[in-house]
């Protein structure tokens, strides 16, 4: 009998991917849209049978312990599924090529969000929902990576925890035997509260006005931080306000890995206010828009107008959303934001959404970007310096733990603030190099590396950004959306020699 778990991490993911198949299969089939119905089961079958006979062929062999071996399958994973999951849509979509199909698939299993398809009526009902699928996948997937891969290799965030608890390593081990059971088990721990937070938003934008089919496919969409929806944004939904009240509540679950393991230091809810993670992105919503209704408060003072309780309460709440979802890079607009937008500079806008998806949400969760503990060690250090500019003798309290994060740590997060921005550069210049221009190309950039595939399209631009993109132009955004969502210091650490010497 077959050992599941102890099979290699890209055969255990790609049983998952056939598995999932069979989901768009049987909403076609209950749409009485028998093409597309068989379409699924036919790749999904066959895609199971490949990945059931390579499995029986691995099983039992010794495979080699290496640290880096995992995190060497799980960018496997990236490179090669999308090829798997693209093809029902190449089939079904005549205008999407195989390189169209692979660039839509990983742009949702990156929980990225770009899209080919600017209209929503250019995709039937089924290729929406295996979309958002994907998508739902693809963040329930890097939190579980994140918990058995990158905290034990100590990356994607978890070196700061490191450096908190005393140690100084930023590189840790892994047992390679017993990764495939650790994923299996994080799983299981993960799997009930991240399936059961999407059901209960689904109900909750259902009962609000949402169609069954949008309700799910946007309460995926917002778990996931992928930014997948079949009619253009939340914006569009029926749900209206009460709709953006409910995915503003949930968006909270991309903020504080604490949301989706209950684990020991997170005993109950009462210490979510001690999160650093959470209260940064309090403090972005609540600054960023008080900041946004001043200005806009003293541009209509100054044209002669009066000012509006209704208007103001609509600027504040569509700018605390829109900052919201961008800050944990699901990409969601507001509708009263176009309204606010506005009343920006275009330029101002645009930089506004590029630093928030950039920062990005919290550590281990489903949110890409730099990550708010990161930006928090950083702030740490640097209101520690402007103090002792004017008391040189001071002592920095908090406790030890506070003073390793506030040192190191802000040490180790600035290095991979460089990290980033030298990756920003080199995407920059590449996508330049295929004919883009140079603005088009660094929000194209920011939107690949912080995962936040909306930006593009909610940045000024009147094209989806990527429709009319060139076949070299989507390479390389592939390569910046994998980038983006292993983070940069992990795929260094694949292309260090330590690795390849082995």
Known sequence: MIQFGKQPLLVIFAMVAAVAMYVPMLHAAWLEMWPVARSFLYHGTFFLLVTFMIALAVDGRIRRRSPDVPLFEVLLA?????????????????????????????????TTGMTQFGEPGALAEPLHLWRSL??????????????AVFAPLRIGGFEMQAVAQGSTETSGQIGYANISESIARRARQIAPIYVGITLCLTVMLTFVGDRNFVALTHAMSVISTSGVSPVGGIKNSGSGFLGEVLVFLFLIFAVSRHCLTFDRTFRNWIDFKRDKEANLALFFVVVISILIGVRVLVVSIDSGGRPDPDAMFRLLWGSAFTVLSFLTT?????????????????????????????????????????????????????????????????????????????????????????????????????????????????????????????????????????????????????????????????????????YWRK
Request: net charge positive.
């Open 134 to 147: 994907v998508g739902w996948l693809g963040g329930f997937f890097i939190v579980v990576v994140a918990f």
């Open 78 to 110: 990236y490179l090669l599924l999308p090829a798997l999951l693209g093809a029902p849509l190449a089939h079904l979509s005549p205008s999407a090529g195989l390189l169209d199909a692979y660039f839509e698939m990983l742009s949702c299993l990156t």
């Open 330 to 498: 699901t990409g969601f607009e507001s509708s009263f934001w176009e309204s606010d937008l506005q009343r920006l500079t275009p330029e101002t806008g645009r930089l506004l959404l590029m630093g928030l998806a950039a920062a990005g949400g919290g550590v281990a969760t489903t949110a890409g970007g730099i990550k708010l503990l990161r930006i928090y060690a950083v702030y740490k250090q640097g209101r520690r310096e402007l103090t002792r500019l004017g008391y040189p003798n001071s002592v920095g309290g908090a406790g030890d733990r506070a003073r390793m994060l506030r040192r190191q740590g802000a040490y180790v997060a600035w290095i991979l603030l460089m990290l980033f921005v030298i990756a920003l550069a080199f995407s920059i210049l590449a996508l330049s190099a295929t004919g883009i221009e140079f603005e088009r190309s660094f929000v194209l950039a920011v939107a690949g590396l912080s995962n936040t595939g909306p930006l593009a399209t909610l940045a000024g631009f009147e094209t989806t950004g990527f429709v009319d993109l060139t076949n070299s132009a989507k390479i390389i955004l592939c390569l910046v959306m994998i980038v983006g969502r292993l983070e940069v210091l992990a795929v260094f650490s694949l292309l260090g020699h330590r």
